[in-house]
């Protein structure tokens, strides 16, 4: 017998089943073991000797594998064909030695795709394991546990409410927070266009100004509204005539089919799926053996894949949509070794696959691929030029038509920008003709600030500059969301506090570490050990000799240099200068003392030189001239029976009121569904928790009030939820009542949630269980009745489809039941023999 290990099970459930009963296939789960978090797992000083730590969720498979080992006559190691597939497979294999159970057969074994003729095939010409990869690798993960392990206990003690900092999410975070600054200093400029609605032959048509006075027009060229209303009365007194048309053939290819990088950003342009949304999606779609791998950089298909794409092309339309010959794509990837085939279907001929999410990105995974090899689009792009009889005023109309559409009858690649005039349609127009002109518009614009990053526009950023490879992508950007680095709304990026008060650190402190071209070089570094061209510790010795001194530096620097040393750096941006000549650091509540960045317990913020006299602060997140004059302290009135006054402050956590001072002060959170804050509102605030009334079967109060987490009522030490901070204050006796019912009925979960499911998904695929999402005390789950699986937090509950939810349920059914967690006392020790006899009385009286 044959032991087969894979990562995942329904990996090895499907290539167990292909191989037959002389193998055995089991699954690892991914990752066996990893560095411990804790210093001293790399060990510089002894060649970057690394200590490994086997996870303790693993156990059980490990065991599994190792009883398996014992038995087999060879291992065939068969986890995926990049370098952290060749990792795993060296971490199953480093264990199995360390217990003795390795055999004294060892193969390495890598497929593309999960079909049986590519697996059964690729049994047949197994090779050992890559020591290039592996070390790349090691150098890698030793990396990130340098920086981190170094640097966190730096910023911890230097840099309050920082959280971590990561090799490559650094740099990531800092694109997003370069991005923002760039927006905050653009300025728009005013300027204005001019265009026609023309028609002829009965087709509708806008021409541009593209001449007055004159003199040539260009976007930016009329600034003012005078001038736009001149250049408007002068297109409608003119008679303008077709001067010149020229028409101008062009040629559109296909492009290559996906890598890694490609689907991500045309997954989250076309799909609005996440980068870890995708890859998820797509791990799903390679295990059913639908699609290839689907970590690559590589843009070529398979010569016999190219061959069914062609067959598939031909039997879908006709010839004329196939090239004369088969398109080959070169690949950009600077590691041949990890230059892996292009992701594409597994059968061309199968045009779905999956339901839901799963359905969609293989639709687009197929339609991407298939045009790959489809004939080029033909189109014919027109420039058409209209002059008036004085020759002192023109306009342009531009457009394209498309001859054949070629591969665009199938596909057309996602755009992060909006479509140019050039795609407009146009009329047939010849010299000489003399369209009709029924209406002249002359319309106010401002030039926009770049546009904060999408996931689809900063993946591909960082594809760029070199920064991550592609697999890691995902991964980085989850981390800087978990992490509350940068917030994600409306598909776009936006630093946070920490987030920009990390990157401002960093640069400041650590330039050279958050460099693109040093991290892209650092890479390239990493590649060429994968390449065999470069000796991994080599490498680390260069990093580490510059990086560990320079820690040292900041850390003996007293945390007051450091602010001052930030003050300085982020002056520009928290104090922009007025234009008027004015202390842009004055503080406005007192008009005398100056403002300056401080350090506190949970971070930065500007506060008053003339402190405590002046108690003025400002988030350090409000930067500039705007945050400054509105963030004071607000006096919103006097309290009507204590007299004392109300003032509306900023904390940490956001707005909130406080009446009084020191200790003895009362202060309540301001609810972001509150509305307009008035002293009447501030006052019912303050007053919170408001008795409701008297429950009719207890005789005990029942209260509202607002929580942590959010409006609630409270009843004998049972919750019920509330929807809203009115509620709070409307919510009746009757009404109170229901809801504390409600939630007591809820199997006492009403404060955490309701036990109606959020969503039937569906009958499971294999056990036809159904499944239903539910809301828990620790987040959403799913469950089939019998196996319960937390939702992981990079999954969206919305976008769960039934066979995501069955894989989690199959995932968390094959890990066996949870532990039994009770409470942990102190080890029991034997009762003295003379203790022992009124022990057995007591119980008999018992009894």
């Known amino acids: ?55 303790a969720d693993k156990t059980r498979q490990l065991k599994a594998i190792t009883d398996e080992a014992k ?73 990130d546990y340098l920086v981190g392990f170094t640097l966190s206990p730096v910023l911890w003690r230097k840099l309050p409410g920082a959280k971590s900092a990561g090799r490559v999410q650094s740099v990531s975070l800092r694109l997003i927070v370069d991005r923002e600054r760039e927006i905050e200093l653009f300025r728009a400029q005013e300027y204005w266009s001019v265009e026609a609605l023309m028609e002829a032959d009965g087709q509708e048509f806008l021409a541009r100004l593209a001449r007055f006075k004159g003199d040539k027009i260009d976007r930016l060229t009329i600034s003012d509204r005078g001038t736009a209303e001149a250049a408007k009365a002068a297109v409608e007194a003119g008679r303008f005539t077709v001067a010149s048309v020229e ?117 687009l995974v197929w339609k991407r691929a298939l045009a790959s090899q489809m004939a080029s689009a033909r189109l014919e792009r027109t420039t058409a030029e209209l002059a008036d009889g004085t020759g002192q005023t023109g ?49 106010q614009h401002f030039t926009q600030p770049p546009p904060r990053y999408s996931e689809a526009s900063l993946v591909k950023k960082m594809e760029e500059l070199g920064i991550g490879r592609p697999s890691t ?33 960093l640069e400041r402190f650590f330039e050279r570490y958050v460099s693109y071209d040093f991290t892209a070089h ?14 991994w510790q080599k490498v680390l010795e260069a990093f580490w000799r510059d990086f560990k001194p320079k820690t040292v530096e900041i850390m003996e620097q007293k945390p007051s240099e450091i602010t001052a040393a930030l003050d300085d750096f982020l002056s520009p941006w928290l104090f922009p200068d007025k234009g008027d000549g004015s202390d842009a650091r004055l503080c406005p509540a007192c008009g005398e003392g100056r403002l300056a960045l401080r350090g506190g317990r949970f971070g930065a913020f500007v506060a008053c030189s003339n402190y405590p006299e002046c108690k003025f602060t400002r988030r350090f997140g409000q930067g500039g001239e705007d945050g400054a004059a509105s963030e004071g302290p607000e006096i919103l009135g006097k309290h ?57 079967e207890s005789g005990n109060p029942i209260t509202a009030s607002i929580g942590r987490y959010g409006p609630y009522l409270a009843h004998d030490g049972k919750y019920a939820k509330l929807r809203s901070t009115a509620e709070v204050f409307e919510t009746g006796m009757n009404a109170a009542v229901v809801k504390l019912a409600e939630a007591a009925a809820g199997g006492g979960r009403g404060a955490r949630g309701s036990r109606e499911p959020l969503k039937m998904l569906g009958a499971h695929p294999r056990t036809e269980a159904e499944i239903r999402l539910m809301e828990g005390r620790f987040g959403p789950y799913v469950t089939d009745g019998t196996t319960n699986a937390t939702l992981p937090k990079s999954l969206a509950p919305e976008q769960l489809t039934l066979e995501e939810a069955a894989q989690l349920i199959d995932e968390r059914a094959a890990k066996g039941p949870p532990a039994k967690k009770g409470r942990k006392g102190p080890a029991r020790k034997a009762a003295p023999a003379k203790k022992k006899a009124p022990a057995k009385k007591a119980a008999a009286k018992k009894a």
């Open 247 to 363: 028409t101008r053939p062009l040629s559109r290819n296909p492009p290559p089919p996906f890598t890694t990088s490609t689907l991500q950003q045309e997954a989250a342009r076309k799909l609005g799926f996440s980068a870890s949304h995708t890859m998820r999606i797509a791990q799903a779609l390679y295990e059913d053996g639908a699609i290839t791998y689907m970590r690559t950089d590589g843009v070529q298909m398979a010569p016999e894949a190219i061959s069914a794409a062609r067959k598939a092309v031909a039997a879908r339309y006709d010839a004329g949509y196939v090239p004369d010959k088969p398109r080959h794509y070169e690949t950009k990837a600077k590691n041949a070794q990890e230059a892996h085939e292009a992701i594409r279907p597994t059968d061309f001929s199968r045009d779905r696959a999956g339901s839901g999410d799963h359905a969609r990105l293989y639709d």
């Open 395 to 443: 306009l342009r109309a531009t457009g394209q038509v498309v001859l054949f559409p070629g591969f665009l009858a199938l596909y057309e690649e996602g755009r992060d920008d909006d479509q140019d005039e050039e795609s407009r349609r146009l009329p047939r127009l010849r010299e000489g003709d003399l369209p009709a002109k029924k209406r002249v518009m002359a319309e």
């Open 640 to 696: 009507p029976e204590t007299g004392q006054d109300i003032t509306r402050k900023n904390g940490r956590f956001g707005p909130y009121i406080e009446m009084g001072e020191g200790k003895e002060a009362k202060r309540a959170s301001i609810p972001k569904d509150a509305g307009e804050l008035d002293l009447d509102l501030a006052v019912r605030l303050l007053s919170l928790p408001r008795t409701v009334g008297t429950h009719p």
């Open 522 to 535: 650092l890479e390239d570094e990493l590649d060429d050990i994968s390449g065999g061209r470069l000796e």
């Open 1 to 55: 017998m044959k032991l087969v290990v894979v990562e995942s099970p329904a990996k090895a459930k499907t290539i167990e089943k292909y191989l037959g009963k002389d193998y055995r296939v089991l699954a690892s789960y991914g990752h066996v073991r990893d560095l411990p978090p804790r210093d001293g797992s790399v060990d510089p000083e002894a060649g970057f000797a690394m200590e490994w730590e086997t996870y």
């Open 71 to 143: 038995k087999a006559d060879a291992l065939i190691l068969a986890t995926d064909p990049d370098r952290e597939g060749e990792a795993i497979s060296w971490h199953v294999q480093e264990v199995l030695r360390k217990r003795k159970a390795l055999p004294a057969d060892v193969e390495r074994v890598t497929f593309n795709a999960i079909t049986k003729a590519t697996v059964t095939e690729a049994m047949k010409h197994p090779r050992a394991l890559d020591e290039d990869l592996i070390d790349a690798y090691r150098a890698r993960r030793a990396l």
């Open 473 to 505: 992508y995902a991964a980085i950007l989850q981390t800087l969301k978990d992490r509350g680095y940068v917030l994600l709304e409306k598909n776009r990026f936006t630093p946070e506090e920490s987030g920009r008060l990390l990157t401002a650190f």
